[in-house]
């Protein structure tokens, strides 16, 4: 078992690129400002120096034409991680996302595979504007074809990473900028958290919390104000949105009777609906309440300081609505 | 009978370099128009289903090029892609049954003539993404640089994707990478039913190339051994590692945007005027002029190809449909 040291969520992802790449000659970067500049999160710092421009490739400012290239790379023998800066910006590279890269092994019947992984960075915070804040994990995850992994911790950060960049599939990598700074445990060396692998955070006895990415941290602080109330809540980390665990949640549900499902992304036709469905779904006899959504409003993200904080749930506004649905008030 | 009783085996003809050679430039181009008359025919009697672009008229572009690529070189095609695919080796048979939707297709039926992927030789595929293949091309040619064997990609696209932004973003990253890529425009003059001088701003397509400073060069597509000549200097700048190129091939589309469309769109008398400068004829001429081949091999060459052809139509009809496991299979790796 390696050791484990802390580090921040950014530097667990770098961990995962330096080890890939250091371990597997095809793997290569491309993206904006990546090399020299090191990121503008300075999330590729370093690799530059030491893998040099030929694996560590700046592109020009043109997403759609550059991850086209980082498919016909995957396609001949490369193991691209395209980064996309803001996660806005992942509508500008879905016409190669799922036009080609999703269906190309499906189109050719495995002739051609196309191993490679789009990485983003995502969600509210610091009042970056309408076009610089969404959280839009809900397009990949309708595309058959591609994976989609939403880490919450720096330790999946750096498995998932490690798992995404192994994939022979094109895996989404979604990653909120707001959990860069975060500082955990990380496993030293190797470290891979396979995909489709949910996983338990705190367990529980009245509800169980289904929490993605950033809201994991959020369910959690709302868990430690639901304790003081008597109430045991069960915060469950789906991890991977394609393929997802569903017999972990669906245990767990079966288990607590209520769930909440807690996302960042718009609330309309997003994660949360086909999470809650699907544990409905698989679950219904065991439930004693509806299954209950929260996630982001369904407006623009505004830029304002007093605007911008009403966007995502917070874990009292979690905590309320949690206890109102074990108390049968809803 | 104008061919001599002694024929030449020596080539006058620069981007030519023997009898042989003039011969199987001349089959790999009756090859495409015998095979898109019998998927014409196919596509009326309602065998394959769906719709399907032919490119009767535009063979010489394919084969010009395509005869110059080494096996391991990759190409990207588009949706009036049967030509590339059999230009660049792909095997008549799997082609067809891809486009009838059968099992024993390059991809189990599941893809049809818009769809179609030959990794054994290098062909990352027809799409239906208009200019979708262009960064393939690209991208597979930023492979072979990384891989150092020399190797080289095209990516073939009508005059319809020379309107598509994704066009000038990969021809900016080729030029700047130096990628070993050639960008072949087939310009057959219409973009689906509409002319391309209706949608289509300033007064030369090579302007686009030129603008990043890519070597481009107007060529005529009618003639194959033009089109050689052309995509020779062009692959060897890429071998050499000089970068990419651009090639405006001007051709015709015998037949409308697909199997089908009535074509009101066109003029009558233009279309005829390009007919007088159809490909396979423009060669046979030119290999029994210049005494490098006969009439008697030329008509027996025609002939054999019918036969080949024939065979696999009637071998096809037979092979079995997808079945319900290919339904899901290869959607993941």
């Known amino acids: ?330 | 009978m104008t061919s001599s009783p002694q024929m030449a085996t020596v080539s006058p003809f620069p981007s030519l370099a023997s009898a042989e050679e003039g011969l199987r430039l001349l089959r790999a181009m009756q090859l495409i128009r015998a095979f898109e008359e019998q998927v014409r025919n196919l596509s009326a009697a309602g065998v394959i289903p769906g719709l399907v672009h032919l490119c009767a008229g535009q063979e010489a572009v394919a084969v010009g090029v395509c005869s110059l690529l080494r096996a391991d070189d990759m190409i990207a095609s588009n949706h009036r892609g049967h030509g590339h695919c059999l230009a660049k080796g792909g095997d008549v048979g799997r082609l067809l049954a891809e486009i009838m939707g059968r099992r024993t297709g390059y991809g189990l039926g599941r893809g049809g003539s818009l769809h179609i992927f030959d990794a054994a030789n290098g062909n990352l595929g027809t799409t239906g993404i208009v200019g979708g293949g262009i960064p393939l091309a690209t991208g597979a040619a930023l492979s072979a640089k990384r891989q150092a064997r020399g190797q080289v990609t095209a990516a073939f696209f009508g005059d319809g994707a020379l309107n598509q932004g994704l066009l000038f973003e990969v021809m900016n990253m080729a030029a700047i990478w130096r990628l070993p890529v050639l960008f072949v425009c087939e310009n057959n003059g219409f973009g689906e039913f509409t002319a391309i001088e209706d949608v289509t701003a300033g007064a030369d397509p090579l302007a686009r190339g030129q603008a990043f400073g890519i070597p481009s060069e107007t060529v005529d597509g009618m003639d194959v051994l033009a089109v050689r000549m052309a995509a020779q200097t062009a692959i060897e700048r890429a071998r050499e590692g000089n970068g990419p190129s651009f090639l405006v091939c001007k051709t015709y589309r015998y037949g409308g945007h697909h199997a089908g469309d009535k074509q009101d769109y066109k003029d009558a008398e233009e279309a005829k005027a390009w007919r007088l400068k159809d490909p396979i004829e423009r060669l046979s001429r030119l290999l029994k002029e210049s005494g490098l081949a006969s009439e008697a091999a030329i008509a027996a060459l025609t002939q054999e190809i019918d036969r080949e052809v024939r065979a696999v139509v009637d071998l096809a009809k037979v092979t079995p449909l997808p079945a319900d496991d290919d339904f899901e299979a290869h959607l993941y790796a």
């Open chain 1, 1 to 330: 078992m390696p050791s484990p040291h802390t580090i921040t969520y950014r530097a667990a992802v770098l961990e995962a690129l330096f080890g890939e790449m250091r371990r597997d000659g095809s793997v290569i970067l491309m993206g904006e400002d990546i090399g020299a500049a090191g990121g503008v999160f300075k999330q590729t710092e370093g690799l530059f120096a030491e893998f040099g421009s030929e694996r560590v490739i700046d592109t020009p400012i043109s997403e759609s034409g550059a991850f086209g290239i980082a498919v016909g790379a995957a396609m001949t023998g490369q193991r691209p991680v395209f980064e996309v800066m803001f996660g806005d910006f992942i509508t500008l590279i879905m016409d190669q996302l799922v036009n080609q890269a999703a269906k190309i092994n499906y189109m050719s019947a495995g002739q051609f595979r196309v191993p490679l992984v789009v990485r983003t960075a995502v969600g509210v915070g610091g009042n970056l504007g309408p076009q610089h804040s969404q959280s839009l994990h809900a397009w990949p995850v309708h595309i058959p074809g591609l994976k989609v992994v939403m880490p919450a911790t720096p330790a999946d950060a750096k498995g998932l990473m490690a798992a995404a960049i192994r994939d022979d599939n094109p895996v989404v990598f979604f990653e909120d900028r707001m959990l860069y700074n975060l500082r955990e445990a990380v496993p030293e060396g190797v470290h891979v958290v396979p995909i489709g692998s949910a996983t338990v955070k705190r367990e529980g006895r009245d509800v169980t919390i289904i929490a993605v990415s950033r809201m994991v941290h959020t369910a959690l602080a709302a868990a430690d104000l639901l304790a003081k109330e008597d109430i045991s809540a069960e915060v469950v980390d789906p991890r991977s949105l394609v393929p997802l665990d569903v017999e972990t949640l669906v245990a767990s549900v079966k288990k607590t009777s209520r769930a909440i499902v807690v996302d960042g992304g718009y609330r309309q036709y997003g994660i949360t609906g086909e999470i809650a469905a699907t544990v409905a779904e698989h679950a219904f006899d065991w439930l004693d309440a509806p299954v209950l959504r929260i996630g982001g409003a369904n407006v623009p993200i505004p830029f304002s300081k007093t605007l911008e904080p009403l966007v995502l749930p917070d874990a009292q506004r979690l905590a309320r609505d949690a206890t109102a649905l074990v108390r049968g008030q809803r």
